[in-house]
Every structure is written in structure tokens, then in C-alpha cells.
């Protein structure tokens, strides 16, 4: 095994752990940025192409290009420009499904996280012990096994984001006030992210 890949392992490792984190503080949000896709701790809304969903506070908010802040209760309220819109009983059931595919993001993401730490502390140790014995080829035998389940993880994150994107598509054909947020997550999103994992 190359040392450039176990760099790259550490690398994710470190990321995937930080989702672990469970302080109130922390956000996750996941972000499109055009060929890449990331999962991260974060405390505010980062600015991208396709725009971001934030995961915290409770809620859920959805950032679009040209488009103000949309935020989502767990009771399907929706919020924009920090006024209520709106809504039908219909309409409530599909933020209420929006919300609640979205936080499993979340959930899903901390599991993964969780994963993910295990993953690097087998990797420190391997990495350590396998370099000292001069045996770097076996690195990567040692955590395979651990890395399947960070895989396997982050696959049910691929779920909820497709989840997220039908409750998504559904409200802006029948909310016309969510209608700026209806491309937020694209099938091409939801593809890649599975494509990512299986790679």
C-alpha cells in the first residue's frame, strides 16, 4: 500500500470522526459543490453553486442561489424571509417528510462518523506497527474490513439524501413558494453520492 493512500485514508478518517461530535453547537450540512460532495461539522451555511442544506437548531435550512432562507420545523412550519407561508394539510405532511429524511442525514451521518473513528484508530495502529515491522502491504488488509462498514454507512447517508430530494421535488411542484429550493439536491447528487461509496 502506498504511502499516498494511507495519508488519504487518514485523511477521511479524521473527517468522518468529527461528525461524531454531539455538541449543541455543531451543525451538519451537507454541501454540493458541482463534482463533490461533503459531509461536515459546521456552524454556519456555506455559499456554493447548487446551494446547502443545514441540519441543527431543530430545524432545517435550505439555502438556493438568488433565493433568501427557507427553514423547516419538525412540525412543517416553513419559514422564508422569516415570515410563515402558508400552508395545506397536504403540504405540512410533505415538510413534516422533508424535515425528518433530512435530520436522518444527520443521525446517519454521526453513525458514519462513528465508523469512521474506528476506521482511523485501526489505521494509527496499523500504520505504526506495520511501518516499524516493515510490512506496509499489509496496512490496508488490516482496515478493510472496518472501512466496508464506513461504506456501508455512509450509503444509508445516500438514502436519506434521496429521501430528501423526492419530498423536495413533490413540494415545489405543489408549493409555489418552495419552488426556488427544488433543485437544491439533484438526482445527479443523489447518484454520485451512491457512486462515491461503491467506489
Known sequence: MKHATVC???????????????????????????????????????????????????????????APDAIITAEGDLRIREQAVAVDPAERALLKAYYTSAMMIRTDGIATGKAGAEVGEQAVKSVATRLANGDPDQIEHDIDAKTKLVKEAAMKICLDLGNTMSSQHQLAATLPAFKPYGNVISPSDVSDCSKDQND
Open 8 to 66: 488519504s485514508t487518514l485523511a477521511l478518517c479524521s473527517l468522518l470522526a468529527a461528525c461524531g461530535d454531539h455538541s449543541a453547537d455543531r451543525s451538519i450540512t451537507f454541501i454540493h459543490s458541482g463534482d463533490h460532495h461533503l459531509l461536515s461539522v459546521t456552524g454556519s451555511v456555506n455559499d456554493m453553486a447548487h446551494g446547502s442544506i443545514r441540519l441543527g437548531d431543530g430545524q432545517v435550512t435550505i439555502r438556493a442561489q438568488d
